[in-house]
């Protein structure tokens, strides 16, 4: 089994991407939480946290909500770099920087323990029908 890390209350996770998903901006809390460094994580595309235990269909709901220009939120586990994972409550909102170009945010707090249980059974289920 690998070590769960349990955010805390006022981890607060946020990453930038390009239109394709690479990563264009880290904070520290995600730095820290995924075991990356800023450099490390900077022009990788966003499924270098992907957990092998997400369905492709969490991600695919995401992808078409935000490039439809709207807000996504959902529940994402994710890998550390160390081979353990955490739990997250995602918000992931389009925008444009003032250069003019189109990236997307996301915004990650704690999951609770319920909502965790039911998302590691949903998202099980989910898989085994890929
Ligand atoms: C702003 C943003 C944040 C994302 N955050 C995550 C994340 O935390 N974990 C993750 O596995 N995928 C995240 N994704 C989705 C990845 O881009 C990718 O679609 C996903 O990891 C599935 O990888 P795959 O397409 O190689 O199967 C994010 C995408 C965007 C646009």
């Not at 394709?20 to 809390?29: L, M, Q, S, T, V």
């Not at 800023?38 to 997400?54: A, C, S, T, Y």
């Amino acid at each position: 089994m690998s070590k769960e890390t349990i955010l805390n209350d006022y981890t607060f996770l946020v990453s930038e991407t390009d239109e394709k998903g690479i990563i264009r901006f880290a904070n520290d809390d995600f730095c820290q939480i995924a075991g990356y460094t800023l450099e490390e994580m900077i022009g990788k595309p966003h499924n270098l946290v992907r957990h092998p235990d997400m369905p492709k269909a969490a991600f695919k709901d995401l992808w078409d909500t935000v490039k439809k220009g709207q807000v996504w939120t959902g529940y994402v586990k994710n890998a550390t770099k160390l081979g353990g994972y955490y739990w997250v409550y995602a918000t992931v909102y389009p925008f444009e920087s003032c250069d003019g170009s189109k990236g997307y945010i996301s915004c990650r707090r704690k999951a609770s323990r319920e909502e965790i249980e039911k998302y590691e059974t949903l998202y099980r289920q989910l898989k085994a029908k890929e």
